[in-house]
Nanobody, 126 residues
Framework: QVQLVESGGGSVQAGGSLRLSCAAS????????MGWFRQGPGKEREGVAT????????FYADSVKGRFTVSQDNNKNTLYLQMSSLKPEDTAMYYC???????????????????WGQGTQVTVSS
């Protein structure tokens, strides 16, 4: 299993920006699906942005399209989520996740992902 550690969360005012990082360690040489998910207070966990580790295919939730960008640095084995124009409704615990079942695809379905980080909190105030 790939170990995942998120960082970069914090508190920001509406309209601000944050960049989340997810450092992957362990066996990272195969192709796999990876992405960002979030769970707000009283809400179910939802997919935010996902992609294949070989760069083929990127998915975004409608609520973040045009504001968030997912990317990776292969040399550093790190996944990023650049968040701009943040809104109070973006407040949530953000998780990095991966799975290796490429045949099911790398879309935003939380149930497809079986390897999770511990999360990093993002709080957006109005």
């Amino acid at each position: 299993q790939v170990q995942l550690v998120e960082s970069g969360g914090g508190s920001v005012q509406a309209g601000g920006s944050l960049r989340l990082s997810c450092a992957a360690s362990g066996y990272t040489h195969s192709t796999y699906c990876m992405g960002w998910f979030r769970q707000g207070p009283g809400k179910e966990r939802e997919g935010v942005a996902t992609m294949r580790s070989d760069g083929a295919g990127t998915f975004y939730a409608d609520s973040v399209k045009g504001r968030f960008t997912v990317s990776q640095d292969n040399n550093k084995n790190t996944l990023y989520l650049q968040m701009s124009s943040l809104k109070p409704e973006d407040t949530a615990m953000y998780y990095c996740a991966t799975h290796r079942r490429l045949w099911v695809g790398c879309a935003l379905f939380t149930s497809d992902y079986n390897n999770w980080g511990q999360g990093t909190q993002v709080t957006v105030s109005s």
